[in-house]
């Protein structure tokens, strides 16, 4: 006997997720290499490939290995690379002057690998912890970051690496006022096409532990950097550092971490339209990267689903340490 009512269930969902194909044509968001941004740790010498003990499969590299990195990135259709120094000891100093010294680690390599590899872009950081012995972004006078004494060091970095050749500047720093500055000396110097992705809603995060690893300031750090960054508990705050940023002159912005902060990049996108990015940071990599090394998860589904969820939340594009791990994934298809 027919019912006499529709039968249950009145719709099925699972009509659209039958086949490969199917699901295929009704995909609503996809990854590709072209929203990859490649962040790189630097450090001196030459042939030097040193393990970061906490990130298995990330090493520092010397320039001319970088250059090579930077070309097999280009060969694998990733857009852009960002370098991050591990700077010498003895080059710190507490007014952090080797930042600007247009012979530095960082703008070596600008310049290396803009000479060999010109079709990539090239992003910096913007930040003075790489230069000083303890470890914050900014300059430090009895125990309080300087926000103001700050950004005129910053800015002097600012020119250098755009003099070097730097496509992008990524100011991670977080003092108030660095864009405006940025974007005033990029313009009084000629540099009027150097981009600024502000690193605008960064979080003051426990997700950063292996990158100070990385870049040789684990433990060197005195306190921590709240006074500078985010707490975790705000979000109206993220867009109102977006608008701040966007109004002085930044072209892109960038969330920070990336995983635990998915809802301020659909906010941050909503909102203004513009250019968003989110950073996967070192401590995201290693959990999945760990987890995937003891057998706990399938390390490459798990890298592309965490991949594929920047996507879904508005980003752009995404700064990960994946980067040619997922391109290589991407293109065997
Ligand atoms: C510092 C900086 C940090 C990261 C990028 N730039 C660490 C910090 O703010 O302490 C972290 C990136 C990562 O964890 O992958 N200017």
Known sequence: M????????????????????????????????????????????????EPVASMPGVARLSVDLV???AAEAAALGIPAICLFPYTDPALKTADCREAWNPENLANRAI???????????????????????????????????????????LVKMTLAQAD????????????????????SALEGAGHKDVAILSYAAKYASAFYGPFRDAVGATGALKGDKKTYQMDPANSDEAL??????????????????????????????????????AYQVSGEY?????AAL???IDGERAMLESLMAFKRAGCDGILTYFAPDVARVLRAG
């Not at 941004?37 to 030097?48: A, C, K, Q």
């Not at 070097?164 to 974007?183: C, V, W, Y």
Request: proline fraction near 6%; aromatic fraction near 6%; include cysteine.
């Open 111 to 153: 310049r290396a690998i803009k000479a060999q590899v010109p079709d990539i872009a090239v992003m910096t950081d913007v930040a003075l912890d790489p230069y000083n012995a303890h470890g914050h972004d900014g300059l430090v006078v009895d125990g309080v970051i300087q926000n103001d004494e700050t950004i005129e060091a």
């Open 286 to 290: 290693a959990m999945i990267k760990g």
């Open 164 to 183: 070097a050749g730097a496509d992008i500047l990524g100011p991670s720093d977080m003092m108030d006022g660095r864009i405006g500055a940025m974007r």
């Open 294 to 296: 003891n057998g706990w």
């Open 240 to 277: 109102r550092l977006v608008a701040r940023d966007l109004a002085e002159g930044a072209d892109m912005v960038m969330v920070k971490p990336g995983m635990p902060y998915l809802d301020i990049c659909r906010r941050v996108k909503d909102a203004f339209g513009a250019p968003t990015f």
């Open 67 to 69: 250059v090579e990195a």
């Open 2 to 49: 027919q019912p006499i009512f529709a039968p249950y269930p009145q719709s099925r969902f699972r009509r659209t997720r039958r086949t490969g194909a199917i699901r295929a044509l009704t995909r609503e968001n996809t990854l590709t290499t072209d929203d990859l941004i490649w962040p790189v740790f630097i450090r001196d010498g030459s042939g030097l490939r």
